[in-house]
T-cell receptor, first 108, second 114 residues
Framework: KNEVEQSPQNLTAQEGEFITINCSYS?????LHWLQQHPGGGIVSLFM???GKKKHGRLIATINIQEKHSSLHITASHPRDSAVYIC??????????FGEGTQLTVNP | DGGITQSPKYLFRKEGQNVTLSCEQN?????MYWYRQDPGQGLRLIYY???????QKGDIAEGYSVSREKKESFPLTVTSAQKNPTAFYLC?????????????FGPGTRLTVL
């Protein structure tokens, strides 16, 4: 069993829909990252959080440390949001452990 | 602009040849990392370096080698001992000392071994 599990693996939505991607982890962590990977392969960090909730534009990330669970929400989704979204947890030292990613496709 | 550069974006090599992937950062970060990404799998750590002249093996170091002679550079050599080298390789850097340890990623190099 992977230490970081994401669901769903694939998600297709219509433009304007509210989207939720989930991440569960089984190890102790000091922080959790949400990353975005576009088709060209480059990765951008969206959020790093260790408690509570963060918001940036249409993106919201939450984390529940007791339940070892985080969610990434996208409000008013747009085709340009289509990408792979990756959850990663910071465990010992500076090492990240990654989920397999969620492929999101938003259709116009 | 500050950032991480990887070159080239696409690289083709014949089986049995060693190949070196470049990673340079001008963020003044102490820590640098190499990851491998395969279809349907999460990123896996190959090697990491927390300071110049020091590096540690990650989860899948076999068949790879690195050096960290300069703070801004962390080249990865894929040797002929790596059984399945075709993959997407990502380099990253971070500054753990400031307590956030947010990792910044390069654009990646897609290696194809023919």
């Amino acid at each position: 069993k992977n230490e970081v599990e994401q669901s769903p693996q694939n998600l297709t939505a219509q433009e304007g829909e509210f989207i939720t991607i989930n991440c569960s982890y089984s190890v102790g962590i000091s922080a959790l990252h949400w990353l975005q990977q576009h088709p060209g392969g480059g990765i951008v960090s969206l959020f790093m959080l260790s408690s509570g909730k963060k918001k940036h534009g249409r993106l919201i990330a939450t984390i529940n440390i007791q339940e070892k669970h985080s969610s990434l929400h996208i409000t008013a989704s747009h085709p340009r949001d289509s990408a792979v979204y990756i959850c990663a947890v910071l465990t010992s030292g500076s090492r990240l452990t990654f989920g397999e990613g969620t492929q999101l496709t938003v259709n116009p | 602009d500050g950032g991480i550069t990887q070159s080239p974006k696409y690289l083709f090599r014949k089986e049995g040849q060693n190949v070196t992937l470049s990673c340079e950062q001008n963020l003044n970060h102490d820590a640098m990392y190499w990851y491998r990404q395969d279809p349907g799998q999460g990123l896996r750590l190959i090697y990491y370096s927390q300071i110049v002249n020091d590096f540690q093996k990650g989860d899948i170091a076999e068949g790879y080698s690195v050096s960290r002679e300069k703070k801004e550079s962390f080249p990865l050599t894929v040797t002929s001992a790596q059984k399945n080298p075709t993959a997407f390789y990502l380099c990253a850097s971070s500054q753990p000392a400031v307590g956030r340890n947010e990792q910044f990623f390069g654009p990646g190099t897609r290696l194809t071994v023919l």
